[in-house]
């Protein structure tokens, strides 16, 4: 006397629904149909999937037809020419984070040390050192992005 | 121009080389796009930063290997964080034009409605699963070396996602009844 394995539902479908997907699963075809020729209940979950598989390949996903190129191409020519392929970006963005807090660092020293008198010029130029660091490290964080209202005008679906 | 070639130039500062990978690989990457983030101005915006992010990074870029399964990666964490940032609006207005206008095919216009309807009701992973599968084709051993997970759980996730699929498009069915 032979013992038929038991496999799940979920088994047996997930391995019938890999096998539509031309992907090989776990339990060979004779398992799965030992199985759905006992379970009904598999039988019409396996159909609704079939048809569910046969419809998804019928979706057709590439409909959006915007050249992303015009604003990508300004956003390049802002950020990139002095970034693109730099292998070492990493080495000169730590430095440059380094070197700030030197500048910094020095800066608050000497206003502790000369007792610089001008309030507004030592808030500012702080500032400005690090607007400038991240501006450089960054790009520019002001670039114009094509917007949902720039797809529209352009006529996207 | 062929990728590498263009890759090679983009080092150079050459951005007319960097238009030929982002005219190649636009179309493509819009659809993946639309499908993370649910509808098209967050799509293209999520495409945009992220062909501008590879640009960046493209002296990084390991030149064995094929350009677009490397872009992919920074494409899909631009749309999940433009996904991140657009959730409260979308929340907010219950709008989705997500996959509204992008089905067409052999089944009734009801069914392909009701399909697009649920298909924009997945989650992201679940859509991205089911995008890369049917539009890309891409085999369980692509899909599970490219997400990083095992070929068992690319297997699994898949067929939970239809099923839920499936559920989302009976609740549909029933609630229009």
Partial sequence: MTTRPTHSCDEVRMAALAALDGERAGLTSHDVEAHLADCVSCRTALAGLATLHADLGRVDYERLDVDLWPVLERRVAVDVPHRAGRGDSTRREVGAILGLTVVLVAWRLAQLLLDLPAPVVNSVVPLALVVFVLRWLTGDPFAIRLSSLELQQKGAP | ?177
């Fill in chain 2, 1 to 177: 121009m062929h990728d590498a070639d263009a890759i090679r130039q983009c080092r150079q500062g050459n951005t007319e080389a960097f238009r030929h990978l982002v005219q190649r690989y636009q179309r493509r990457a819009l659809a993946h796009a639309r499908a993370l983030t649910g509808n098209d101005a967050d799509a293209a915006d999520a495409a945009q930063d992220a062909f501008l992010d590879a640009f960046r990074h493209l002296g990084r870029f390991d030149e064995a290997r094929e350009f677009y399964p490397w872009f992919y990666v920074l494409l899909r964490n631009r749309c999940f964080k433009q996904r991140a940032r657009a959730g409260d609006r979308a929340g907010a207005t219950g709008a989705t034009d997500g996959l509204e206008t992008v089905a067409s095919g052999g089944g009734s216009p009801e069914e392909m409605h009701d399909l697009r309807a649920a298909l924009d009701r997945l989650t992201p992973a679940d859509r991205e699963l089911i995008v890369l599968k049917h539009l890309d084709g891409w085999t369980y051993d692509e899909l599970a070396q490219r997400l990083e997970i095992p070929r068992g759980t690319v297997m699994s996730r898949l067929f939970h996602a239809r099923q839920r699929l499936l559920a989302l498009i009976a609740e549909r069915r029933g609630g229009a009844r």
